[in-house]
């Protein structure tokens, strides 16, 4: 297993994700990137060369079901022991419910919920182990109050923070912080 420190965050492709980027790079991390598009990750690790820091690729629909196990298993495949956790993928949608496609809000539920809880937990069991790590999962003010006509996506961050409150409860004495 690589001994660097090495920070896994989803969603990198644009936004949030490649700002963590930058800001994991510029303090010596590694990086494991992944989002859905190769071609997008490709552009962040090339903005991203000045740093001089590994950065590992890895192509992954986390809306899916196994998605997240199968980023796990790539993780694991290429050796490397992540220090830092940052579940940043996610999405939402906007509109009345009931006229939504159904199977878009699964999928903002398995992106938003499943493989942050999933990641959380393959990845928070190596960190427990090690009695060393950090887990980021990013909510939003939409945590904090119903969203009428995007019912969907805040009801999933109100579980991310919910479930993020009582993971770091749960995590206080290993030395694994989750925020």
Known sequence: MSSSRVALITGASAGLGEQFAQLFARDGFDLILTARGLPRLEAV?????????????????????????????AVQERGLAVHTLVNNAGFGSFGDFLDLPLEKEVEMLNLNCVALLELSHLFGAQMRAHKEGRILNVASTAAFQPGPYMATYYATKAFVLSFSEGLAHELRDSGVTVR
């Open 45 to 73: 690790a090339q903005r991203l060369a000045h740093h001089k820091v590994k950065v590992h690729l890895i192509s992954e629909d986390l809306s899916q079901p196994g998605g997240a196990r199968r980023l796990f298993a």
